[in-house]
């Protein structure tokens, strides 16, 4: 199946770091992004990562890729009441590039 | 520069009517992208034009929904004779190419009572 998955809650004190983890399908997938969503707005693009990297490191975010368990996680360090959202997982699948798979959203919430 | 931009951002309609919604894709891409946001879901890939052919329409349902992207003006995104379980977001994303990144826009909330 199609079916990348995320648990669907994550709940952290400030200044804490967040893990939200992602399970995708696809072996051949050659990007891997992560999606932010505040409520009621669009997808806000955070970071990517090539399928041929095991990690990227971009300011307070962090991503780590494990091909072998096809596990994807996203570290966010020092978490401010500013990083609660819905932040999704996507995969790009080699066979239909365009294609773009998301994960059903990790809901973050930031407790003050 | 702007971004993809989708209009209206939230649409009313009564069942039974009919729903069109607006893409402009970023300047310069001629690749367009719509999926669907359910309640509580992460977004299905829906159909992928490119200027005047559709391209892939594999996540489209089969009736009431149709989409165009014409030489001249937004793409659109046509669903006649909605039902309450049309009620999501829509999002259109553009790209330079189908093998580039793509690029989301803010999408229209649709809500049919």
């Known amino acids: 199946g199609e079916d990348v998955e995320q648990s669907l809650f994550l709940s952290v004190r400030e200044g804490d770091s967040s893990v939200i983890n992602c399970t995708y399908t696809d072996s051949s997938s050659t990007y891997l992004y992560w999606y932010k969503q505040e409520p009621g707005a669009g997808l806000q693009l955070l970071t990517y990562i090539f399928s041929n990297m095991d990690m990227k490191q971009d300011q307070r975010l962090t991503v780590l890729l494990n091909k072998k368990d096809k596990h994807l996680s996203l570290r966010i360090a020092d978490t401010q009441t500013g990083d609660s959202a819905i932040y999704f997982c996507?995969?790009?699948?080699?066979?239909?590039?365009?294609?773009?798979?998301f994960g059903t959203g990790t809901r973050l919430k930031v407790l003050a | 520069n702007a971004g993809v931009m989708q209009n209206p951002r939230h649409l009313v309609r009564r069942r039974g009517q009919e729903a069109r919604l607006r893409c402009s894709p970023m300047k310069g891409h001629s690749h367009v992208y719509w999926y669907r946001q359910l309640p509580e879901e992460g977004l299905k890939f829906m159909v992928y034009l490119q200027k005047e052919n559709i391209i892939d329409e594999s996540g489209m349902p089969k009736e009431r929904f149709s989409a165009e992207f014409p030489k001249e003006g937004p793409s659109i995104l046509r669903i006649q004779q909605v039902v309450r379980g049309d009620s999501a977001a829509y999002f259109c994303a553009s790209s330079g190419d189908r093998n580039t990144e793509a690029f989301f826009g803010q999408g229209t909330r649709l809500t049919v009572v």
């Open positions: 996507a995969e790009v699948p080699l066979s239909g590039t365009y294609k773009y798979i």
